[in-house]
Every structure is written in structure tokens, then in C-alpha cells.
């Protein structure tokens, strides 16, 4: 009985890591980070190159939380790659608002005609202070403690 319950366990598991996947990778074409990010930076020719970065970095990513391994890539790599961490979600933010137009329908609706900036800017800042909690407190965001 063990053996039919771990077989539809790892089956229902390895099944919904493929829906998610694809909901993400879908999530991230319609956004259109990729082709946004080439046309700005006007590197289209390498548009291929980007696809399969992010496909890989996918995937790594995927194995570190599975397994937990480390590599030994020591306090200038772990910078190095928190910061093209960075810079991916803040793309994806940035294209997610802009294919949304978030905010000027966020401030028609809410009648806003002064203070854009500061209601920006205090996203920005909020997004800041969670992260820097987050990562530099440990246990901060633990549902358990609470």
C-alpha cells in the first residue's frame, strides 16, 4: 500500500511542478519580458540567448530547491547573483506594469492628480524594506512561528 500511495504521491507532485511551470513560463510570454528586454536594450539578434537563459536559470533554480545543494561561489558570487536576481523581478515588474498600465488607471481611478511620484516611490520602498527583512531576518516571514 506504501508503495501505491509514494507512486501517486511523486506522479500528483511531479504533475502539478508541471502545471506551475508552465503557468509561469505562459505567465512570462504573455507579459513579454524577454522581447521587451531585447527591444530595449536593442539586442534582438540575441533574443534566443535570453530564451534559453531563462529556461535554464528555470531549471537550476528548480534543482537547488529540490535537492539543496550549494555551490561555493562565496560572498562576490552570492552578490553577483542576487543582483541578476534583481534585475530579472524588477523587469518582470516593470513589464508587468507596463503591459497593465497599473498605474495611470490606478490614478484615474482613484482621482489622483498630484503625488504619483510618492505613491511610486513608497511601493518601491515597501518592496525594499519586505525583501531586506526577508533575506537579512531570519524566520521573519515564518508562518509556523506566528
Known sequence: MDIV?????????????????GAVYAFLTIVGVVPRLAQKTRTTAQIKGYESALVLGGIFGTLTGIFRFYLPIGTV???????A????????????????????????????????????LAIAVGKLAGSLLYFLVPGFFDVAAM
Open 5 to 21: 500511495r509514494h507512486t501517486a504521491s511523486v506522479t500528483i507532485g511531479f504533475a502539478s511542478g508541471l502545471v506551475i511551470a
Open 77 to 83: 558570487g552570492t552578490i553577483a547573483v542576487s543582483f
Open 85 to 120: 536576481n534583481g534585475i530579472f523581478f524588477g523587469c518582470l515588474a516593470m513589464s508587468l506594469a507596463e503591459v497593465l498600465n497599473v498605474i495611470p488607471i490606478f490614478s484615474r481611478r482613484a482621482r489622483i492628480q498630484r503625488g504619483m511620484f510618492f505613491i511610486v
